[in-house]
Every structure is written in structure tokens, then in C-alpha cells.
């Protein structure tokens, strides 16, 4: 009977764990991205943030919680967040990339933020959510704070 009790509370938990595991976005690191990426090619959705970004930390309390949003992103891309800040080296697409900023200045910014999210004649700015294609080219870009149904539209 104690078996059959523990491998119910054990079956419990297991099941529990598979229910949080599917109601939360799936995030990779850029490594898992670039295997994933070899073995199955699809788009890429990426979040940019910073600990600062009082923007960046609504869209994680309230659109990345979504159920809807989580379900989407989920089956149809990959999905990557980043600290821009970081100062740790990123792989990706056979390119290292580094957060060269950070060597001189205050909130540097890392280069592959840079090398996606950055406009032309507009200061850096968070947040920031790129698509990828499947060949890893930039689809869409969205610079500003969204609402669930603005980001399930964008998708």
C-alpha cells in the first residue's frame, strides 16, 4: 500500500511538471538554436531585454504567460532571449560574437543585438523582438511594448 501511495505522489508531480513545461515558452540558448537549426529549420523568434527595461519585464509578466502566445510560439518557432548586456560569448549561425561595449562603457550592448536589432540613424532601443526566416534572415521586427493580440498578429 506505501509503494502505491509514493508511486501516486510521484505520478502526481510528473504530471505537474509536464503541465508548467507546456505553459511556458520554450526558450533556448543560442547554442540549442544553432543544433536545432541543423536538424530542423524553422523560424526563429528572439527576444531582446535588459534588466532595466521596465517595458521588457510587462511583455515577461503578462504576454509571455499567455496561454495563447505560449501555445504559438511554442509550436511554430524557436525562441531565444537575451540579456543585451551580457557579457558572455555567443555562437550562432558560424560566427562568435561578443559584447565588445562592455569593455569600455557602462550597459554595453551586445553585438549580435546590435547586428539584429539595431535601425539605421535610431539609438538602440529595448524591447526589441526579431523573426527569423528558417535560412535566418530577418522577417520582422517589432521595437515597442505589445499586447498579446498585437504579438499574435505580428506572428
Known amino acids: 500500500m506505501k509503494n502505491i501511495v509514493c508511486c501516486f505522489i510521484l505520478l502526481l508531480f510528473s504530471i505537474e511538471g509536464i503541465a508548467q513545461n507546456h505553459s511556458q515558452i520554450q526558450w533556448k540558448s543560442w547554442q540549442e538554436l544553432d543544433v536545432a537549426m541543423q536538424i530542423q529549420p524553422k523560424p526563429v ?6 534588466k532595466w527595461c521596465a517595458y521588457c519585464k510587462k ?9 495563447v ?8 518557432y524557436y525562441t531565444v532571449r537575451m540579456d543585451v548586456e551580457q557579457t558572455d560569448s555567443v555562437f550562432f549561425a558560424g560566427k562568435n560574437y561578443t559584447n565588445k561595449q562592455a569593455q569600455s562603457m557602462r550597459n554595453g550592448v551586445h553585438e549580435i543585438a546590435l547586428l539584429l536589432a539595431s535601425r539605421a540613424g535610431v539609438s538602440f532601443s529595448l524591447p526589441a523582438t526579431i523573426i527569423l526566416n528558417n535560412d535566418l534572415t530577418p522577417r520582422k521586427r517589432l521595437f515597442e511594448y505589445y499586447t498579446s493580440s498585437q504579438l499574435l498578429r505580428f506572428l
Open 45 to 50: 523568434f528572439i527576444f531582446f531585454h535588459a
Open 59 to 67: 511583455i515577461d509578466r503578462e504576454i509571455f504567460t499567455n496561454k
Open 69 to 76: 502566445v505560449v501555445q504559438t510560439l511554442n509550436t511554430n
